[in-house]
Each structure stands twice: as C-alpha cells, then as structure tokens.
C-alpha cells in the first residue's frame, strides 16, 4: 500500500516593504510585491489566512488590524496611482491645520461614492491629475483636477497638496460660509502659507471662484487673521461703522500691543474672543496687563464674543458706532 503524499503548504514569503511611518507600517502595491518575487497565489493565502489584507483592490497590508492614519494614507495614494497627492481635508490635517477628515456620506466634497468609514479614523482625499478614471472606494475620496499640483510637497514621504491649495479645495467644496472662512484663517494663523499664496490659487480658479472665497481673500488682505474678526467685520459693515484698521498696532510705555480693530482718531479700539480664549489664568493675568496698557494711552477697547457678534451683529456695531462715528 503506498503511502499518500503529505502536502506542506508554505506560508508567503516575507517580503521588506518601506516603512512609511514611526512603527514600521508596511504598505505596498500589488506590482511592487510581484516584483519583489510574491506569486498571485501568495498573496492570496496571506489574506485568506488573515495574517495580510487588502483594504483597497490591489493594495497589500501586512497585518490584520486597523489601520493607522498613516497607512490609510499611503494605502489610498497608492490606490489611485501616480500624480496621486493628498488633498483637500486631509492634506490640511497632514499639514497640521485645525481641521477633521471628513465621514462618509452619499456624497463627500461634491464626490459621490459608496463610502464606510473606519473605524480608526476618517475618509481620505485624494486627488489625481484630471484623465485617470479611478473610482472612490471604501474610505477613499477621489477627487480629478485639470488644474495641476505643486509637486515636491511632501509630509512623512507622502505626497501633499500645498497648504494653500487645499485650503482653497476645501473652501470651493464647503457648504458653510463660516467653514471657508474658518479654513483660510486657520491655515494663515498657523503661517502654513501666505495670502499671495492664497490668491495665486483663487485666481487660478478662474471664474469657478466663488463669492465666499472671495470675500474670505478680502479679508485676508485687510489683515483679519481668525474667523471672530471676520464676524466682527460683518457687524461693523451692517452697523455702518467707518472701516477701522485691521490688525492695528498700538503703542503703549508697556510695550507694542494689536488689537483686531482699531479707529486710530477715535481711539477705539475691538477684539473679537472666541470660545477658547483665556482658558488659563497665565492668559486671563496677561489680557489683564495688556488692557490696562491699552486705557494708560486713552485707548477705548470693546470686546465682543464670536457667538454675540453672530447674534446680534447689528447690536454690537450700533455700540461701536456711537463711539466712532
């Protein structure tokens, strides 16, 4: 009686893939396994068995668990291939701009698609050069420009939008005129690039700018650096207050302080405060010494909070009003 053969199934190989974050993620295509000597049938048994997976077609992970940012990352820029960056939400969180990644939705930044969100973390935006039919899949939203990328912008060897390109694409795909305002005056707050830069952006838009953008840009210009002074601006134009200098310096023996607003003649001057300001006692001892600054040169300042200016903004510019007018 002759003995069956055993049949020894050999695991794949291991294959060194480039680690592309702090903890030595792996991330690879399925061409660049190929090439590195795995056989369609390997990679297989390794997703069958559990020990890969293939959260995108033809994108290998070797691990079973979630995925990190990073591996989200690099998983959908190899997904949609070359000239692929990062961009919009998540270029600007890849930049480190106060801003989330967007959740799925039937349609995410104008880009319908068939979207779940993981559970690690939120849809990554992808953007490829205009041609390159690649469908939005799983956590990827895959937006097509004709309008090219800034090449040579990289961060953790990603490649990435330019912080002002994708302040500019997530205010063109935002729905909220507070939310293109917010994303223009964070990326300036955080020096992630210049209103020059902004506006060579805007005018490559051509006559897709819209009117949000632009008054956002407009503000800019006049110094207003934080959405509060962009709301303070609105009061002040309902009101009909003469327009003040933005960002104004003002002299005092303890020292240089700027104030948002500021009617030199007058000598008023008007801050807007967001939610999250002075949470310290160090801060609050700090605005303490610089408003009495203010008052020693005869110096009139109101403060406004950001939820007052957008509910009453004609209140409040009524009160600056009599004062400067």
């Known amino acids: 009686m002759n003995a069956g053969r055993v049949c020894h199934l050999r695991h794949p190989r291991r294959v060194h893939l480039p680690p592309i974050d702090h903890a030595g993620a792996q991330v690879a295509p399925r061409s660049v396994l190929l090439a590195g000597g795995l056989t369609p049938y390997r990679l297989r048994t390794a997703v069958r068995a559990g020990r890969w997976q293939e959260p995108l077609p033809g994108v290998f992970v070797s691990h079973s668990g979630p995925l990190t940012q990073a591996e989200r990352w690099r998983a959908a820029l190899?997904?949609?291939?070359?000239?692929?960056?990062?961009?919009?939400?998540?270029?600007?969180?890849?930049?480190?701009?106060?801003?989330?990644?967007?959740?799925?939705?039937?349609?995410?930044?104008?880009?319908?698609?068939?979207?779940?969100?993981?559970?690690?973390?939120?849809?990554?935006?992808?953007?490829?050069?205009?041609?390159?039919?690649?469908?939005?899949?799983?956590?990827?939203?895959?937006?097509?420009?004709?309008?090219?990328?800034?090449?040579?912008?990289?961060?953790?060897?990603?490649?990435?939008?330019?912080?002002?390109?994708?302040?500019?694409?997530?205010?063109?795909?935002?729905?909220?005129?507070?939310?293109?305002?917010?994303?223009?005056?964070?990326?300036?707050?955080?020096?992630?690039?210049?209103?020059?830069?902004?506006?060579?952006?805007?005018?490559?838009?051509?006559?897709?700018?819209?009117?949000?953008?632009?008054?956002?840009?407009?503000?800019?210009?006049?110094?207003?650096?934080?959405?509060?002074?962009?709301?303070?601006?609105?009061?002040?134009?309902?009101?009909?207050?003469?327009?003040?200098?933005?960002?104004?310096?003002?002299?005092?023996?303890?020292?240089?302080?700027?104030?948002?607003?500021?009617?030199?003649?007058a000598r008023v001057a008007a801050e807007a405060d967001g939610a999250a300001f002075h949470l310290s006692a160090q801060d609050w001892g700090a605005d303490l010494r610089r408003q009495n600054a203010l008052q020693s040169v005869r110096v009139t300042l109101f403060r406004y909070p950001v939820r007052r200016l957008r509910a009453e903004p004609m209140v409040c510019g009524a009160e600056l009003l009599t004062h400067v007018a």
């Open 78 to 265: 190899h997904y949609v291939g070359a000239g692929a960056v990062l961009s919009h939400r998540t270029a600007l969180v890849a930049w480190g701009a106060r801003i989330r990644e967007p959740a799925a939705a039937r349609r995410v930044a104008g880009v319908r698609g068939d979207y779940a969100t993981p559970v690690e973390g939120g849809l990554v935006e992808v953007t490829a050069p205009h041609g390159r039919h690649v469908l939005p899949r799983g956590f990827v939203v895959v937006h097509q420009s004709r309008r090219p990328v800034a090449e040579g912008f990289v961060v953790d060897r990603l490649a990435v939008a330019p912080p002002a390109r994708a302040a500019v694409d997530v205010a063109m795909t935002s729905f909220r005129s507070a939310d293109v305002d917010h994303v223009i005056a964070d990326v300036l707050q955080r020096n992630l690039c210049s209103v020059r830069d902004l506006e060579e952006e805007a005018v490559a838009l051509g006559r897709r700018l819209g009117p949000w953008l632009q008054q956002a840009l407009d503000d800019a210009r006049r110094g207003m650096r934080s959405v509060g002074e962009a709301d303070l601006r609105r009061a002040i134009r309902m009101a009909g207050v003469p327009e003040p200098e933005w960002g104004a310096p003002i002299e005092t023996p303890s020292g240089t302080f700027f104030v948002d607003a500021y009617w030199r003649r």
